[in-house]
């Protein structure tokens, strides 16, 4: 069986994705992430981009100084990625690969482990979600951090909407919404017919959590949350988290 994971990281994600994640933004979550960094690491950090896709967060670190290693799935985000480095002549190691299954050469490697713009909660057995962060500790150093950045299950609840649209390049996105509160599960559908008039989509489904539940699962896996941030923007301590901020973004620490 094919999972949608496997086939949504292609061409047309990374047009509709890029909208969503401009470059004022990703300057603003790229310094609070080297304020993090510099704040629990000893410097230049070797650091992980788990799920990198195509290169946003783990380029602008590499450029900062940082040892980099980005991985993802998807060959096609990484040749992106690859292409994108080279371009900025900037070294980050690329890896395609299951963030279930991390290299055994990894063990405690790692300074930082990064997991950005909610590329967690991908799978549907809980256990294979738990299992990325038992690979996240192990690929840690002992008191290496884990930054996790994602939507908030409590807010998406809160400020439901089944239906929803947005522009890219003049074209109509159409956005269809569903929620399991039993499961958990978000999944999303979108529409839009491209420049020659052919009909397009994407549809993706992910696992949501709230602070509660995430905490609970840290821990689980030795991981021990340490600071809880409503945004990841600059300064942090302005941005704390809030019952119904959209984002979620937790700071842990290995123990």
């Known amino acids: 069986m094919t999972h949608w994971w496997q086939d949504l990281f292609d ?10 994640r401009p470059p004022m933004r990703t300057e603003q979550e790229v310094e609070a992430l080297l ?16 799920a990198c896709g195509y ?28 292409s994108a480095a080279g371009q ?3 070294s980050v190691t ?8 991390l290299p055994a050469g990894w063990t ?10 909610s590329a967690f909660g991908y799978f549907d057995e809980a256990a294979d979600n738990q299992q990325v962060l038992a690979e996240v500790a192990r690929v840690l150093r002992p008191g290496g951090i884990f930054i996790l950045d994602l939507a908030q299950r409590d807010a998406l609840v809160h400020n439901f909407r089944p239906t929803d649209w947005f522009e890219v390049d003049d074209l109509l996105v159409c956005v269809s919404r569903q929620f399991d509160a039993i499961t958990g ?27 509660t539940e995430l905490t609970s699962m840290l821990q689980a896996a030795g991981l021990e949350p340490l600071e ?28």
């Open 11 to 20: 061409e047309k994600y990374l047009r509709m994705f890029a909208e969503a």
């Open 35 to 50: 304020a993090v960094l510099e704040q629990h690491c000893d410097q230049p950090a070797d650091v992980l981009d788990l």
């Open 55 to 82: 290169g946003r967060i783990a380029l602008p670190l590499a450029l900062a100084g940082h040892q980099v290693t980005g991985l993802d799935l998807s060959g096609y985000l990484l040749n992106a990625a690859k």
């Open 88 to 90: 900025a002549g900037v």
């Open 94 to 101: 690329w890896q395609e690969g299951d963030m279930r299954t």
């Open 108 to 117: 405690a490697q790692f300074d930082a482990v990064l997991n950005m713009f």
């Open 185 to 211: 599960s978000s999944t999303e559908y979108w529409l839009w017919s491209d420049e020659q008039g052919e009909r397009q989509s994407l549809y993706f489904r992910v696992h949501l959590y709230n602070a």
């Open 228 to 255: 809880y941030y409503g945004n990841l923007a600059t300064p942090l301590d302005e941005n704390p988290f809030e019952p119904f901020n959209s984002r979620l973004v937790i700071v842990a620490k290995k123990l």
